[in-house]
């Protein structure tokens, strides 16, 4: 789910260049020093993830982890994925530079969607964390793919059809993302729960 250099009119690019800056600042300034190691990680996972690519049909469909990245790191989330995204760039030409702001709100604010769901459900023990993990994550694809296929409509009638088969594509992802995101938080909630504190909360909450 990248967008590539030219697919975009000039003025979206440029609009969500501006977007995806300011969402960026906000991250930033929200970042603490002390959950830097966490979001190397989860950056780390991002882009490994995203580099696997799977054959469906006329497209290709990878894990996005989006709701996963924004549950573990919060606000930071968004600095998170657009720096992974910014590597692919760089290092894979995947998606392009020209691409990258309108990539990183397809990808980051679904990333805080996902976030502000699970750390504002009361209750999360047990199951029940799995449970709001596993909706968080399908959530934050879902929109994702919303936001993809709006992108794409205002390149015009050509992109109609792509946007509707990139939104079909990634319905087999919403469930595998929910899955795994499920899995990992309720593993995490048995052996080391205070790794899913994350910034959109206070401690203890």
């Not at 459900?121 to 449970?131: E, I, K, L, S, Y």
């Not at 993990?133 to 390149?155: K, R």
């Not at 088969?165 to 993302?177: C, F, K, L, T, Y």
Request: net charge neutral; with cysteine.
């Amino acid at each position: 789910m990248h967008l590539s250099d030219g697919v975009l009119p000039t003025a979206v690019a440029v609009g969500s260049f501006v977007a995806s800056g300011l969402c960026l600042a906000v991250s930033l300034k929200k970042t603490n020093a002390e959950e830097l190691p966490k979001i190397a990680v989860m950056t780390s996972a991002f882009f490994v993830a995203s580099l696997i690519h799977v054959p469906l049909g006329p497209t290709s469909v990878h894990l996005l982890l989006p709701g996963l990245v924004g549950i573990l790191t919060g606000w930071s989330a968004f600095l998170s994925i657009f720096l992974g995204l910014a590597l692919q760039s760089l290092l894979f030409q995947f998606g392009g530079l020209t691409a990258l702001g309108a990539n990183g709100l397809m990808m980051g604010l679904p990333a805080w969607f996902a976030a502000l769901l699970y750390h504002c459900v009361p209750a999360r023990q047990g199951r029940g964390a799995a449970v709001v993990a596993a909706l968080a994550s399908s959530g934050a694809v879902a929109f994702a793919a919303v936001i993809l296929a709006a992108l794409l409509a205002t390149g015009g009638e050509d992109f109609f059809g792509v946007a509707k088969i990139a939104v079909v594509a990634h319905i087999p992802v919403i469930g595998v993302e929910g899955v795994i995101s499920a899995f990992v938080v309720g593993f995490l909630q048995r052996v080391k729960p205070e790794l899913l504190w994350a910034p959109m909360e206070r401690r203890g909450a």
